[in-house]
């Protein structure tokens, strides 16, 4: 059997990520046991949690140098020795940065006949499907209320918002730069986008929520969340889905205010994966489907071409310069 | 009619709070108009959250110099313009330190026959409920699970744990001093508790919860809640009820890891005040009466005696030299 092109993690980052923190290699075909898959790789997930891997031991173990990279990816079945499985048929699991990776049947998910295959990275995927659970189940946004989310423009970023808009309630991005704000605004029905980087970003977020907040679903931690918290209304719940300002650096930063602004406007902060809500994705599947069916929900997917685009595409993710869901397309799909 | 003593706030502290900070004053008897009460004071409630209304508004207004230090009072009604309230009521309410206030009737609650009245101000009254609402209906623990609290030897902390121990799940204390936590294990029954003073705190804390936190009902903040979040298990809830090491200082410590571990171990974090569940009162007084009644919770009051009383108590309070509630007897019960 031919090769196999790896990307692997040449060092860890101690801040900012950089491309040259990776190398490409090849080696040999890998060669599968009982219970495993080789799958040849279409869609790799760029994610900003596969930079607070590199941190640590998270929701996961940790990677380290020598590693290939981990990700989440969706590919086609090239062997298998598990039954049940046969080549050609299409799944999702962990896997890597390569052309083909080993997976355990066990645990990846089958894909659908629903296609594009992209969509079950974005709206039917985990970016859909975290929106859609911490939204729904966390935040409990009631008709009329106000929903702020952070990294707007982002993979799960643009279905909070726009769910939000979907069941009545006020909906507040807050993304980095004026230009994206306006796509917030103009392009996905946002009601209000603010600007963090501005230098007025706490008065422009008072400004944005009148009546202050209610749901603030919070991507970033750090000095966002501090604003939010401030802003908050009484019993306002807060969605903690990631924490992407604290993952690219190696300075963390804790909002004031914790617990005393917990206590007295008595709020709710709860963190989440999506898998804690997996009893419920049937329901998330159809609402999301409807909701873009009836136009009410736009789907945006950022697709890099090329196992090569992986490095750039993830450090320029964490600077945060995709709109929608980032992923990398290593291979057309099956015909 | 005779003349009141009140104390009164003579200058806001700015850091550790000073008995030297109020002033006594005698002040003609106050009158009352439609709708009013005139009180005569029997017990006046000290609690840590007297020093939070010093620093601004909270979930009530902030107290400023001149004013007649505000606390939750019971006495007795010696004049009312208010219909159905007579002198001789025994009522509950927002009152000031002096031997008499004026109340609004709509405002104050009736005291039960219920006696010793001391027991309305801990079993029966806030520092009771607050800890019963809290573990109960957000710390939610179940049978073997590991609980947490803070200043465990203060008025809702001695009940916290031994709630914790009534439902079946394993109570841990954190307070200052061994000698205070050989008597929360001796006295009221705790597992374990663990000194916040020691050296060695996190790993004290760490040895006393082999199986890690599954609640931690925090009334105090800062490193001490940072530590707990650092044991927490995965849904570990914590319940946010007051920030002791906060209010009596001008430095503000915020815990590490927020929201990353929130994210991280899927935890949550929630704020109440005891109002937010008035409407299951009832029960909570009706279980509460039960454990006493059978000897599962044992009450412990720390009674001050003359209003001149309250400025060093509550001082010493928020050093932590109380054990269960701390309260002032301003006067004798009515006979």
């Known amino acids: 059997m031919s090769d196999v092109t790896q990307i692997v993690i040449r060092e860890l980052p101690t801040d900012n990520l950089r491309a040259d923190h990776f190398e490409t290699r090849t080696a040999a075909m890998p060669t599968i046991e009982d219970g495993q898959l080789?799958?040849?790789?279409?869609?790799?997930?760029?994610?900003?949690?596969?930079?607070?891997?590199?941190?640590?031991?998270?929701?996961?173990?940790?990677?380290?140098p020598g590693d290939v990279m981990h990700t989440y990816s969706i590919g086609e079945v090239v062997e298998s020795k598990a039954?049940?499985?046969?080549?050609?048929?299409?799944?999702?699991?962990?896997?890597?940065?390569?052309?083909?990776t080993v997976m355990k049947a066990r645990a990846v998910a089958r894909i659908s006949d629903y296609r594009p295959l992209t969509h079950h990275m974005s709206l039917l995927g985990i970016a859909g499907?975290?929106?859609?659970?911490g939204l729904m189940h966390i935040g409990e946004p009631k008709a009329g209320?106000?929903?702020?989310?952070?990294?707007?423009?982002?993979?799960?970023?643009?279905?909070?918002?726009?769910?939000?808009?979907?069941?009545?309630?006020?909906?507040?991005?807050?993304?980095?730069?004026?230009?994206?704000?306006?796509?917030?605004?103009?392009?996905?029905?946002?009601?209000?986008?603010?600007?963090?980087?501005?230098?007025?970003?706490?008065?422009?977020?008072?400004?944005?929520?009148?009546?202050g907040i209610d749901v603030?679903?919070?991507?970033?931690?750090?000095?966002i969340l501090e604003a939010a918290m401030f802003l908050s209304n009484l019993k306002a719940r807060i969605v903690c889905c990631g924490a992407v300002s604290q993952y690219d650096t190696a300075e963390m930063t804790s909002p004031k205010g914790v617990p005393g602004l917990i206590v007295?406007?008595?709020?709710?902060?709860?963190?989440?994966?999506?898998?804690?809500?997996g009893d419920q994705d049937a329901a998330a599947l159809a609402d999301l489907s409807n909701w873009y069916n009836s136009g009410q929900i736009?789907?945006?997917?950022?697709?890099?071409?090329?196992?090569?685009?992986?490095?750039?595409?993830?450090?320029?993710?964490?600077?945060?310069?995709?709109?929608?869901?980032?992923?990398?397309?290593?291979?057309?799909?099956p015909s």
């Open 129 to 133: 499907k975290t929106a859609y659970h």
């Open 83 to 100: 039954d049940g499985f046969s080549p050609g048929d299409i799944v999702a699991g962990e896997g890597g940065w390569a052309t083909h």
């Open 264 to 277: 007295v406007k008595r709020l709710k902060m709860q963190g989440f994966i999506v898998m804690d809500f």
């Open 145 to 211: 209320e106000t929903v702020v989310v952070s990294a707007a423009a982002g993979s799960v970023g643009i279905f909070v918002g726009q769910i939000a808009k979907a069941v009545g309630a006020r909906a507040v991005g807050i993304a980095g730069g004026a230009e994206k704000c306006a796509w917030l605004v103009d392009e996905l029905g946002f009601d209000a986008a603010v600007d963090y980087k501005s230098p007025t970003f706490f008065k422009d977020l008072q400004a944005a929520c009148p009546g």
């Open 216 to 223: 603030y679903f919070d991507n970033v931690g750090g000095k």
């Open 38 to 64: 080789l799958v040849r790789t279409i869609l790799m997930s760029l994610d900003a949690a596969n930079r607070a891997w590199m941190q640590g031991a998270t929701y996961r173990e940790a990677v380290k």
């Open 298 to 333: 736009k789907v945006v997917e950022d697709v890099l071409e090329g196992l090569d685009a992986a490095p750039a595409g993830l450090v320029g993710l964490l600077k945060g310069e995709n709109r929608g869901k980032r992923m990398v397309r290593v291979a057309p799909d």
